[in-house]
């Protein structure tokens, strides 16, 4: 009986002991996208919607969701807009277009951009008086045009990514390296700064069905955080074709 | 006790090499042990780097690029200009034309001079050309322009009389003692060397000052500090090497 009783205070004070809890996995949505990782202990994470922050004091480290990575994503958007749109709510969706982007768009050139959205503001200029047959159509024409916008190479993906950041915006590249987390091809992108080769960062992304899930170094030193996003990426993963999961 | 001191100095002159684009001539060097506490260095026409010996009382070794003299250089912008022209309104042409010119104030050498006015006068031709709708000869111009910015390339000899220590330009002249100075090699290329000395309230340190050229763009390597430590420096120098140009890094 005494041993039993022994047993039990050992497994309940294993239990509360900090050295035998175990890293657990969390369920995050990130915008469109659904993964699980184990955050790092000690951070707080902040939840917002699209855009998760992995904090603890002055250090960051930013799950996005980048949103579109090429003509496929951004279409899908449109859908999602088009929906909002069937539902009655024309201005909310008409705010969705007006918000859509994506590397294509990003890397045409300012007569195809026009092109593209020739025909959507030639019948949506007015929003109130929009005939809805014709925003009907606007929407098929749109789809089709960013359609038939010329995919980016990879190079000009990762400017994109990178550009979406500030803080690696005037950086350099140091190195550049595809690697497999948890099944998911990831480009993973050092940067410095550089003059110095001071200010080290580090961003990885992944193409999740056509949406871009990132994450980066927003602040801090790399002797502390590079470990730290080093042990989130790991820990990663994506479920399969989680952006089309609404 | 002695042979682990041994490694462990070793172990710190020996740091892996690193590749810096200041300008289109990329230079790689080892940069000094972590002791030597890094900075960014610009200002004064230079865009570098500058290690300062943590606790060593202003001891400090800096590498850089001579950016003002980079820019003076045309044939980059030029080459851009032929490349982009069909995919320019006229009005971005001439704007684009007028930043392609060459700087003929302030020349170098006379050879920098003879070259400024030949690419200014094709370009001036240019745009005549451009405005009398003359499509072809504007891309003969433009060409014209590039081969005279081709034909220059600067020297060392051009821009040592612009960057060797002048005491006389310092805030304090009387600090700095001129003693030897003597030709010498950075991987291979013509470089000078300045032995000179700066007086500190402290102590007098070494000043070493060594400047080349490659490929048109102009480098210095500084040392100040002590004797002791100058065996860092010279570690650097001989680390130096110049990776082509196609290794610069996009962004």
């Known amino acids: 009986m005494r041993r039993r009783a022994d047993a039990a205070a050992l497994a309940l004070l294993c239990a509360l002991s900090p050295c035998c809890s175990h890293p657990v996995a969390r369920a995050f949505t990130v915008g469109t996208h659904h993964v699980r990782l184990v955050p790092p202990a000690e951070w707080e994470v902040l939840e917002h919607d699209r855009e998760h922050v992995f904090r603890r004091g002055e250090m960051a480290i930013d799950l996005v969701d980048l949103g579109p990575a090429g003509a496929a994503g951004m279409v899908r958007d449109l859908h999602d807009a088009r929906a909002v749109w069937m539902k009655g709510r024309r201005l909310d969706a008409f705010a969705r277009v007006r918000a859509l982007r994506g590397p294509p768009l990003v890397f045409a050139t300012s007569d195809e951009r026009a092109e593209v959205w020739r025909e959507w503001y030639d019948a949506t200029y007015d929003p109130g008086r929009a005939d809805s047959a014709a925003i009907g159509l606007a929407f098929d024409e749109l789809g089709d045009r960013v359609r038939r916008l010329r995919p980016v190479p990879r190079a000009s993906l990762v400017e994109y990514v990178l550009e979406s950041f500030p803080q690696a915006e005037r950086n350099q590249i140091e190195q550049q390296s595809q690697r497999p987390v948890n099944g998911r091809q990831w480009t993973e992108v050092h940067t410095w700064n550089r003059i110095s080769h001071l200010g080290r960062s580090r961003i990885a992304f992944v193409d999740d069905g056509g949406h871009v899930l990132a994450l980066a170094i927003d602040r801090g030193p790399i002797e502390i955080t590079g470990p730290v996003f080093e042990s989130l990426l790991g820990s990663i993963e994506v479920k399969p074709d989680s952006s089309r999961t609404p | ?251």
């Open chain 2, 1 to 251: 006790m002695a042979c682990a001191a041994l490694l462990s100095c070793a172990r710190e002159s020996i740091t892996p090499a690193e590749t810096f684009d200041w300008c289109s001539q990329p230079i790689a060097f080892s940069p000094p042990p972590p002791r030597w506490q890094r900075q960014g260095d610009g200002g004064g026409g230079t865009i570098g780097v500058r290690f300062i010996l943590t606790g060593g009382g202003g001891q400090c070794i800096s590498v850089a690029a001579f950016t003002s003299f980079a820019e003076r250089d045309r044939k980059v912008m030029l080459a851009r200009l032929i490349a982009r022209r069909d995919s320019l309104t006229q009005r971005e042409f001439l704007h684009e034309l007028s930043l392609a010119r060459a700087r003929t104030d302030d020349p170098l050498s006379d050879r920098e001079a003879r070259t400024s006015l030949a690419i200014n006068a094709a370009l001036d031709r240019a745009t005549e050309d451009d405005l009398g709708a003359q499509p072809g000869f504007v891309t003969s111009d433009l060409e014209q322009a590039l081969r005279a910015a081709q034909e220059y390339e600067m020297t060392l000899a051009d821009v040592l009389p612009r960057v060797r220590l002048h005491p006389e330009e310092m805030q304090e002249p009387q600090r700095w003692r001129i003693a030897y100075e003597r030709d010498t090699v950075i991987a291979g290329h013509p470089a000078f060397a300045s032995d000179d000395t700066l007086i500190t309230p402290e102590r007098p340190l070494l000043y070493r000052e060594v400047f080349w050229v490659v490929h048109g763009d102009a480098f210095k390597a500084t040392y100040q500090g002590t004797p002791e430590n100058f065996k860092t420096f010279v570690t650097l120098l001989d680390s130096i090497s110049f990776p082509d140009s196609t290794h610069a890094a996009p962004r």
